[in-house]
């Protein structure tokens, strides 16, 4: 917590609390997404979950959940609801014959250059709010923070320390 964010009768002032304004943040672009995308078009897990794909083509669904964030429930629903709809293909490994490989289908690519645009769109929209100069040094925030992120949930918090000294951050 950020100096300040406690009142002086021991309260919190969600305005001023990074948690609060993050979570702010991702569902004022889910909103603008949606607004871009139209009702047709991917939905942002969808969107992120054939990026991930479109870089590692035959992944796991357990690669997948470790790469997109995305719980490994609503994952495999999203994959059953995505392979109904003729996006994913899906195939027993060779390797573990308990794995799916999962890969983009024709249609789901196409379906992808669509959503990559809306996204896009979105992205540019919310970057708006702020001043030029300030957009690339708050994706590079972002970028640091997502870095302390995976390095939690791989090495838990010795690593965070780390990459928080690599980006010349104490603790």
Known sequence: MLKGQRKANGGFELSEAPSHLIRRCQ???GDLYAREAGSRELTKQQFTLLCALE???GASQTTLVEITGIDRSTLAEMVRRMLERGLLSRERTEEDQ???AIAISPSGRKA????RNAADRAERALLDALPAPERLKFVKSLSQIASAAEAYATNGTAKIHKVARRN????
Do not use: C, D, P, V
């Not at 992808?112 to 959503?115: D, E, N, S």
């Not at 010349?168 to 603790?171: D, E, V």
């Open 27 to 29: 569902q004022f672009y």
């Open 98 to 100: 308990r794995a799916n």
């Open 55 to 57: 870089h590692n083509e």
């Open 168 to 171: 010349g951050k104490r603790f």
């Open 112 to 115: 992808l250059r669509g959503a």
